[in-house]
């Protein structure tokens, strides 16, 4: 598995983990860091391994500043000589170039030099232009992610993209730069909504088919323990993701090959959430129609069987998650999908190239014929 | 001197070079890449080893595009299966996000994969922001650069450092990103207009006073040539320059140190550029007045004689560059001069880092009392 491995103790886990905080090492040689896992981190940070610097800039939104804010500035100001905060809108409609020049705006307002640490206090959105904005200022500044989302939490804070969109594109402007550490506080997701949790839970269900069916099983168990927010079972659904994402990214950390399979429902799943209109389905629901519709790929190829298809489909289902995907356009759906993934930064030279399944466990990345990709399409539109 | 190195054969150039291309390699493991320097390089562009890719994109602006657009598409065109450009406003004072998004307005609506080559044809403000937009794209796509003025050829085109402006100050959001290839044909500064000339000039007399006395010798010999765009003599200064800069890039990609000698003149010279407003001055002419001052600084420390910084404002001043500062404010003009610095990025904790010269042909970065930069900008404004 290349350069990533964790430093978390498995019989540990298994027996009582979830009371005292994990920790899974991202292991990239000079941009190495680590992701804490455990309840109520926020109030004790100051006791962490915090980056050094001159000043914290926390970016949060309008959503989760007034919620974390306020706890985090006061764990920081233990530790650096200034801290300042820059709230921006909330939602991936506001994943733009003019948020990210507020980050820009405050980080020149108050004078912050190279030895700034941003601080990204939300979910992937927060993550993702926080990530960008400490990659750009002045080429390059230290940055740690605070996520508060269960998305953010098992996917974003490993693997170190960023990026903002495009109006002609989601996440086309952006840069890969590793976070100096990541902090998961499960107590924050205490206040996330019903439907973002279930959205996190399919980017944890993604890792079952593409890499762990192990995993797949201890969810198909444990779906209603997360859905009421046990710790316990956060605790290691979030673990074994970041495991998981660890040892993928650190054998292919530009994205050159094996990484691609982390996109399992995502090319399908990102034309559904341009198609609506971005902000309309949350990116974790367009994944979970998108894995269905990508599962539906497989089998056809015969990569896979109905059985598994629909195992897939009634773990998804049970989460609360669409297992339907929306009609785009009525006059040409199919077409208008193809469209929107050969723009879709997964095409090459106008090929798709699709995450598909080669047997439960274990994916693979192909093109598939336009005629099979449009009677997938079709299906899973219909129902 | 770390992983840089030069191909190119020293005693060849001193007897007949301009005549052929010559050849300087930047050592950058595998972001390794060529400079060749040459006349009438472009129509033969097809015949050097250019970066595959799916399409090409020219980046210029409206002064070279029509110049030497259709000449570089054309040698394109032999090379890739689509080439499309886009002409950006002229001048520092769009080296902006509005700008850049233009750049990945026109990658998008082509439909531009990761696998698309980006040429940048035009000076600074047009390689700077290329390369920034190479960076960012999908996360990171090639790009090769066409410098057509000398201030690019001699400068920007080594060393990686990509950046936009911001309203609050110079390339404050930017990336390092290495070109591929570099291109300079002298033919191409045949059109440049004088002042410019003169002020890629500056960058060329900088390299002496920080690190090759021998080359002054050289530029206070032959500067009438140089003048004169006489392309044996334009072929030397443009080579020992990218030498001289990859030897000191090569020992510092990141700019954690020895690389901070290349902006001797700089921190004076952005202060005189933001203060004039971007635009009014040239970099160059900012960093030839800039360059005076930090000498009188160093000389003010004890490190220069007064002779040497006489010598040095007599080269500049033959070039046909500023040696007096610019007042930029009436009312308090040094402490214009003092805020203008702090906020730029060579300031770290509040305090500003001098380049200065620790005797002729060596530099070295530290600060200096406030009172003492106050006797400077006095002295060297009034004259």
New interface residues.
Partial sequence: MGAAGSTADHKNQAEGAGDTPQQVRIALDERSYCIHIGAALLPALARQQLPAG?AALIVSNTTVAPLYGAQLAQALALHYPQVHTVTLPDGEEHKT?QSL?LI??AL??H?C???VVLYALGGGVIGDMTGFAA??????VDFVQVPTTLLAQVDSSVGG?T?IN?P??KN?????HQPRLVVCDLSTLDTLPARELAAGLAEVIKYGPIADMELFAWLEQNLDALLARQQRALAHAVRRSCEIKAQVVGADE??AGLRAILNFGHTFGHAIEAGMGYGVWLHGEGVAAGMVMAAELSRRLGLVDAAFVQRLRTLIERAGLPVRAPVLDAADNAGRYLQLM??D?K????EIRFVLIDGPGRAVVRAAPDALVREVIDTCCAG
């Fill in positions: 001159t170039w020049n820009f705006d020149l307002t004078g030099d190279r030895k990659a750009c200022y002045m080429r390059g993209k990026a495009h002609l594109g086309m402007v952006g840069a890969f530009r994205e050969r723009v930064k095409a090459e030279g106008g």
